[in-house]
């Protein structure tokens, strides 16, 4: 399908456990985003990617790690899950020229127990 | 130092009357901002947006507002209806150091009553 998807749509797993969260583009945009939502806190950003094999950090990186072979793809993966990671995950992805909007997934809900 | 505040959490209105959604910024190296709209369990959705060499920008219903020097944006829904009942995200983007990125607000959840 068109658009940008992310998997699983929810997830519940144990304190220490790894978690990979899949997001899959259609539209061969250049950016990819990652942001969490907290209540209380909107969208912050965890990590992004201009393109291919380029990401950087955002506002709240600590705990994730990304990459990105493909441009299509951008797994965020929580190495050792925390309490304080239970939250909803948007992945999201825009062309390449400021201020271009953004097109976000429907996002992941994790909870961590 | 949160760069984008809206600093209303919420706003209640009457259908078909002008809702009135505001967010400053800190940032005078931004150069675009956005409005986005968020329903529950869904993704934000790109609303409308104003580049900083402009000072208003009309789509049917909405308009958004940007005043340079006070570093404020607003976003004008008239007239308000129902389903515009929705969380809006506003975000800003653009400088040096930036590039392709946006910051975002915390948010105002609007509700519009019938």
């Known amino acids: 399908d068109a658009g940008i998807t992310q998997s699983p749509r929810y997830k519940i797993t144990e304190t220490g456990r790894q978690v990979t969260l899949m997001c899959h583009q259609t539209?061969?945009?250049?950016?990819m985003f990652w942001y969490r939502q907290d209540l209380g806190h909107g969208l912050r950003l965890i990590y992004y990617s201009a393109a291919a094999d380029i990401t950087d950090k955002g506002e709240v990186p600590d705990g994730y790690v990304v990459s990105r072979s493909k441009t299509e793809n951008f797994p965020l993966t929580l190495e050792s899950a925390t309490r304080s990671q239970t939250s909803v995950y948007f992945c999201?992805?825009?062309?390449?020229?400021?201020?271009?909007?953004?097109?976000f997934g429907p996002g992941t809900r994790l909870l961590v127990l | 130092d949160q760069q984008v505040k809206q600093n209303s959490p919420s706003l209640s209105v009457q259908e078909g009357r002008i809702s009135i959604l505001n967010c400053d910024y800190t940032?005078?190296?931004?150069?675009?901002f956005l409005w986005y709209k968020k329903y529950p369990a869904e993704g934000p959705t790109f609303l409308i947006s104003?580049?900083?060499?402009?000072d208003k920008n009309e789509d049917g219903r909405f308009t958004v507002f940007l005043n340079k020097s006070a570093k404020h944006l607003s976003l004008h829904i008239v007239p308000s209806q129902p389903g515009d009942s929705a969380v809006y995200f506003c975000?800003?983007?653009?400088?040096?150091?930036?590039?392709?990125?946006?910051?975002f607000g915390d948010g105002t959840t609007l509700t519009v009553k019938p």
């Open positions: 940032n005078s190296m931004f150069d675009y």
């Open positions: 104003i580049s900083s060499i402009k």
């Open positions: 539209w061969s945009h250049s950016y």
């Open positions: 999201a992805s825009s062309e390449s020229r400021a201020g271009l909007a953004q097109y």
């Open positions: 975000a800003a983007s653009g400088g040096l150091t930036n590039a392709g990125k946006s910051t």
